[in-house]
């Protein structure tokens, strides 16, 4: 499976950015979807996910950003971005009757102050 992501970089506090991840694998063949953050010194954390149709956010992005996604596409439309949101974020992808993780290589989001 691969992962390619698109969109992040550079933004204001307040500012808005979207990013989406498209899977090389049909969107039937998909159990979940998410995105995950790591900033510098920092563990990698949940931001999103969606699941059977469920979307479940981190506390400290509720309000601010919206998942959705499309048969194998998912995106992530980020609103109100805070500086504290800076941090590479990553696409994960876990398949029906599977145990593997997948993992995009990470696109960059910058929020200055």
């Known amino acids: 499976v691969q992962l390619v992501e698109s969109g992040g970089g550079l933004v204001q506090a307040g500012g808005s950015l979207s990013l989406s991840c498209a899977a090389s694998v049909p969107g039937f063949s998909i159990k979940t979807m998410g995105w995950y953050r790591q900033a510098p010194g920092k563990q990698r954390e949940l931001v999103a996910t969606?699941?059977?149709?469920v979307n479940t956010y981190a506390d400290s992005v509720k309000g601010r950003f919206t998942l959705s996604n499309a048969r194998n596409t998912m995106y992530l439309q980020m609103d109100s971005l805070k500086p504290e949101d800076t941090a590479v974020y990553y696409c994960?992808?876990?398949?029906?009757?599977?145990?593997?993780?997948?993992w995009g290589q990470g696109t960059q989001v910058t929020v200055s102050s």
């Open positions: 969606i699941s059977s149709g």
């Open positions: 994960n992808v876990q398949q029906y009757y599977s145990a593997i993780d997948y």
